[in-house]
C-alpha cells in the first residue's frame, strides 16, 4: 500500500491556466506538508497543516492555496500559472508537527510543466 | 536562521570503494539534523537523524553520520558503495521552536557509483 499518494504524476498545462495537485496519506498523520523542488534539485517547503490548520506558510505567492479537506489529505491549487511555476511538487505527512522529532514521509513527486 | 551547505554537487565512487558526503550546518543552538535519500523519479526517503543523543547515528543501508559539534560537521559515510547507492542525498537541518519546525534542505550531493 502507497504512504503517501499524489495525483496525477505529470501535469503539463499552459500558462494562465489553474491546476489542483491532490495529496493522500494512509499513515493515520495529522501533520501534512507541500514542498517545491526546482531544476537545480533545490527542496523547499511551501506549506504545512497540522490537524487541518495551517502552520507554515512560506512566502509563496497567493496564487498557491492548499486546502485540507480532512487530516488524511491535504489539495495544492495554483491559479494562474507561470513558466516558473514549473517543478517537482512533494507532499509529505508526519506523525506530529515537531520536525525534529517526526520523520516525514514523502510522496512519488508530481512533476508540474508551465509551457 | 539555521542552514547546511552541501560541500560536493557530485561524487563519484567506484561499487565497493567508501562513501564520503560532506555537510556542514550553520545554527544558533544544538539542531537537529537528518539525511534524506532521493533515487531518481522518487520521493525522499530519511536515512538517519541526529537530535542531541550519539553523536554517531547509524542509518539505513549501511549509511551512518557523525556530528561534530567543534567542526559544525554531519558527514554521510558508507564503508562500501554498491550500485543501488547512486541517488541524490540531502542533508537536512529542522528550524524553528517545537510547534512551527520546518526542514531546511542543503542543495543536494549527487552520488555517482561506477561499477
Known amino acids: 500500500d502507497t504512504a503517501v499518494s499524489q495525483t496525477p504524476k505529470y501535469l503539463v498545462t499552459q500558462m494562465g491556466n489553474d491546476k489542483s495537485i491532490k495529496c493522500e496519506q494512509n499513515?493515520?498523520?495529522?501533520?501534512m506538508y507541500w514542498y517545491k523542488q526546482d531544476s537545480k534539485k533545490f527542496l523547499k517547503i511551501m506549506f504545512s497543516?497540522?490537524?487541518?490548520?495551517?502552520?507554515i506558510n512560506e512566502t509563496v505567492p497567493n496564487r498557491f492555496s492548499p486546502k485540507s479537506p480532512d487530516k488524511a489529505h491535504l489539495n495544492l491549487h495554483i491559479n494562474s500559472l507561470e513558466l516558473g511555476d514549473s517543478a517537482v511538487y512533494f507532499c509529505?505527512?508526519?506523525?506530529?508537527?515537531?520536525?525534529?522529532?517526526?520523520?516525514?514521509?514523502f510522496g512519488p513527486g508530481t512533476r508540474l510543466t508551465v509551457t | 536562521a539555521q542552514s547546511v551547505t552541501q560541500l560536493d554537487s557530485h561524487v563519484s565512487v567506484s561499487e565497493g570503494t567508501p562513501v564520503l558526503l560532506r555537510c556542514n550546518y550553520s545554527?544558533?543552538?544544538?539542531?537537529?539534523l537528518f539525511w534524506y535519500v532521493q533515487h531518481p523519479n522518487k520521493g525522499l526517503q530519511l536515512l538517519l537523524k541526529?537530535?542531541?543523543?550519539?553523536?554517531l547515528v547509524k542509518g539505513i543501508n549501511g549509511f551512518e553520520a557523525e556530528f561534530k559539534k567543534s567542526e559544525t560537521s554531519f558527514h554521510l559515510t558508507k564503508p562500501s558503495a554498491h550500485m543501488s547507492d547512486a541517488a541524490e542525498y540531502f542533508c537536512?537541518?529542522?528550524?524553528?521552536?517545537?510547534?512551527?519546525?520546518?526542514?531546511?534542505f542543503g542543495t543536494g550531493t549527487r552520488l555517482l557509483v561506477s561499477p
Open positions: 537536512v537541518v529542522s528550524e524553528g521552536n517545537t510547534g512551527f519546525q520546518k526542514l531546511v
Open positions: 509529505a505527512s508526519s506523525q506530529g508537527r515537531a520536525a525534529s522529532s517526526y520523520e516525514q514521509y
Open positions: 499513515l493515520g498523520h495529522d501533520t
Open positions: 545554527s544558533s543552538y544544538s539542531p537537529s
Open positions: 541526529y537530535t542531541s543523543a550519539a553523536t
Open positions: 497543516y497540522n490537524n487541518k490548520e495551517l502552520i
